[in-house]
């Protein structure tokens, strides 16, 4: 497996008013709770996306999620995590209409 970096760029709606500060402490505290609680990803074939390591950074039309992680390729850490975090959006009402985008993929290191 490689390790990879990537950064989900998650955005509030577009009419929506920017997050205030304590919003913004809010939607941090949860992204951090959602993400801990991620022990792996499942996908198909039995492919296996596994965190390592995350950080988050709110401003005012949402958050930058940056993760780090073991998959078998790029383009399956990039879906595993965006699929993931399109549910967790999904399942919170703080997160009501909000969007991901996932950024570029880089590797840090690949199998010997």
């Known amino acids: 497996m490689a390790v990879f970096t990537l950064t989900l760029h998650t955005h509030i709606p577009d009419d929506a008013e920017p997050l205030t500060e304590a919003k913004a402490v809010e939607v941090g505290a949860l ?3 959602l993400l801990n609680g991620v022990v792996r990803i499942q996908g198909p074939d039995d492919v296996v996306v596994r965190p390592l390591a995350y950080r988050v950074r709110v401003h005012e039309r949402g958050a930058l999620l940056d993760l780090r ?3 078998p390729g790029a383009g399956l850490a990039a879906l595993g995590w ?3 975090l399109r549910q967790m959006l999904r399942e919170s009402t703080l997160f009501d209409g909000w969007s991901v985008d996932v950024g570029p993929v880089s590797t840090v290191h690949g199998d010997s």
């Open 69 to 71: 992680c073991t998959a």
């Open 31 to 33: 992204f951090g709770a």
């Open 82 to 84: 965006r699929l993931t």
